[in-house]
């Protein structure tokens, strides 16, 4: 099992900064890579971010590529989401993932570990 814990979120001005953090903990010796996804109030979970973890390979979604950046620190176990100039529209929980089968994916169904969320408020 691996245990994710995220941390960073909060109350961020549009246009502002904000970064999140996600520790991982158990058996990291297993992850293939890690992830971020978003919920939104009254809507479905997306997909935001994921990083391979043996590499630099990243993905993201379209609405936020340019802006946010996923990166890792394997000393530490941890991934982090740089959110630059967010929008309101981007308020939502923010889940951590990680995925111990090979391969790194954008569905949520393809991620094995998630973490409990974190809240990430943009006001404008």
């Known amino acids: 099992q691996v245990q994710l814990v995220e941390s960073g979120g909060g109350l961020v001005q549009a246009g502002g900064s904000l970064r999140l953090s996600c520790a991982a903990s158990?058996?990291?010796?297993?992850?293939?890579?890690m992830g971020w996804f978003r919920q939104a109030p009254g809507k479905e979970r997306e997909f935001v971010a994921a990083?391979?973890?043996?590499?630099?390979?990243?993905l993201y979604a379209d609405s936020v590529k340019g802006r946010f950046t996923i990166s890792k620190d394997t000393a530490k176990n941890t991934v982090y989401l740089q959110m630059n100039s967010p929008t309101p529209e981007e308020t939502a929980v923010y889940y951590c993932?990680?995925?111990?089968?090979?391969?790194?994916?954008?569905?949520?169904?393809?991620?094995?570990?998630w973490g409990k969320g974190t809240l990430v408020t943009v006001f404008s």
């Open positions: 993932t990680a995925r111990d089968r090979p391969g790194i994916v954008r569905s949520a169904d393809g991620q094995d570990y």
């Open positions: 158990g058996r990291t010796a297993s992850v293939r890579a």
């Open positions: 990083i391979r973890w043996s590499s630099e390979f990243t």
